[in-house]
């Protein structure tokens, strides 16, 4: 038989993240259900809030099926979820119900299924370039909402509906998706984990602490920016605003690619230092120096490139770590934050625009945010060797292979003392 070429099976998953990173053009769809449809702002933000909670979930459970059956089988089910959604918003009608629940629940559960197989299935294939196959994987994912954002702006300035539009994409993902997934497969010879982390012990573990905090910053700063950058800059009256959109998204995509190369070159932990104190000076400083279109195009720009490293830089971590078997577990749990983030970053940005007319209390909030954790981050995180699975582990703390097959009565107990009682070895500083 054939042996896959694994650029082949790349370039197919770089097609997937394209197509459901439609999403983060939102505040394109967000801008003309405030202005046709009598949406306030922060009603124009609760589908979005609702996909990005959905999302969160699907990841973490698509990541288990994905480690059961495969990449197929996973892809399949998330862009039929996918694009059904994306089709039923156009059918029934225009609704804060309606959409929460089809580009909500459905478009986010099937997105949750698609983003995550990419990601797994890159490192698998390309486990000498782990973090440029992330950033690549992810970086698609942005470029989608270059895609999507031009489209939406051509097919509105032309007079067609907002429903027409959805239904359009959703036949388009359904179709797309579908036939790049019957190709998928994972590397031969490659086995799932059957040891997977414990929860007790990913909860216990400082460094996925530290992680996740400063994570759940750098998705709240970029999300509550990305679901409303339209509208902000209508706020400030800034003609042709809605470009911007295409542009934040170019350097969020293109920023990933950027990051993966950098974090192969600095690693991980600064590459994150420098992204958050970046984007905390850029948010915070943006009120006083945001006045025109070309600074309003900058400070898309900055904004995106720094989110973009949130994507890579942690997902890449994980990986280096803990090994790419137990990605689909701990990020899983980790991007629960998406959730969190997705659900108070937009809707704390709507809130902000009905309360007080401007979106400046939000983007400060943001710039808090982003500062606090990388200041938790600073005083939590200790640099590790790798530790990439449980034999790993065990060599490093010198523990009996024999004993660990413990009867099932015990063995969650001795799983979290395993991974809870590293020696001071393992680490250093």
């Known amino acids: 038989m054939r042996k896959p070429n694994r650029y082949l099976i790349l370039s197919l998953l770089l097609v997937i993240q394209m197509m459901i990173g439609g999403h983060y053009a939102w505040s394109i769809f967000s801008g003309e259900l405030i ?37 197929r089988f996973t892809v399949l089910a998330g862009g039929a979820i996918f694009g059904l959604g994306y089709f039923l918003a156009g059918v029934f009608p225009l609704s804060v119900y309606s959409l929460a629940l089809c580009l909500g629940v459905l478009g986010g559960t099937g997105s949750g299924f698609c983003y995550i197989t990419p990601i797994a299935t890159a490192q698998k294939w390309f486990e000498d370039k782990r973090a440029v196959a992330t950033g690549a994987t992810v970086a698609f994912f942005a470029f989608g909402a270059v895609l999507i954002s031009f489209t939406a702006e051509r097919l509105l300035s032309q007079g067609l509906a907002l429903p027409a539009i959805f239904r359009i994409l959703g036949i388009v993902y359904f179709v797309v998706i579908i036939l790049c997934a019957l190709f998928l497969k994972n590397p031969a010879g490659y086995k799932s984990h059957d040891e997977p982390m414990p929860l007790a012990a990913i909860i216990k573990d400082r460094n996925i602490i530290a992680m996740t905090v400063t994570m759940f910053a750098g998705l709240f700063a970029g999300l509550m920016v990305i679901s ?75 904004v995106g490139l720094m989110y973009a490293c949130t994507l890579v830089a942690f997902a890449s971590n994980v990986s280096r770590v803990y090994g790419v078997k137990h990605l689909t577990t701990i990020y899983g749990y980790m991007f629960l934050t998406n959730g969190a983030a997705g659900l108070s970053g937009p809707i704390i940005a709507g809130l902000s625009k009905d309360l007080t007319g401007s979106y400046d209390a939000a983007i400060i909030t943001a710039a808090v945010v982003c500062a606090a954790s990388l200041a938790v981050f600073k005083g939590m995180y200790r640099e590790v060797k790798s530790v990439h699975n449980v034999t790993n582990v065990l060599n490093v703390c010198n523990v009996n292979r024999n004993r660990y097959r413990s009867p099932p009565g015990e063995l969650r107990y001795k799983r979290y003392k395993l991974y809870s009682a590293m020696p001071d070895e393992v680490w250093h500083d």
């Open 35 to 71: 202005a046709k449809h009598g949406f306030t702002a922060a009603l124009s933000q609760v589908a979005y809030s609702v996909y990005h909670i959905c999302f969160a979930l699907a990841f973490l459970f698509g990541g288990r099926v994905l480690e059961k059956f495969g990449p």
């Open 228 to 302: 409303s950058l339209k509208n902000i800059g209508v706020s400030r009256n800034i003609e042709l605003a809605g470009f911007a959109v295409m542009f934040i998204s170019a350097f969020n995509g293109a920023g990933r690619l950027l990051w993966g190369w950098i974090i192969q070159k600095i690693g991980e932990e600064l590459s994150i230092t420098i992204s958050f104190a970046a984007q905390a000076l850029v948010l915070f400083t943006s009120i006083y120096w945001v006045s025109g279109l070309m600074t309003f195009f900058v400070f898309a720009g900055l």
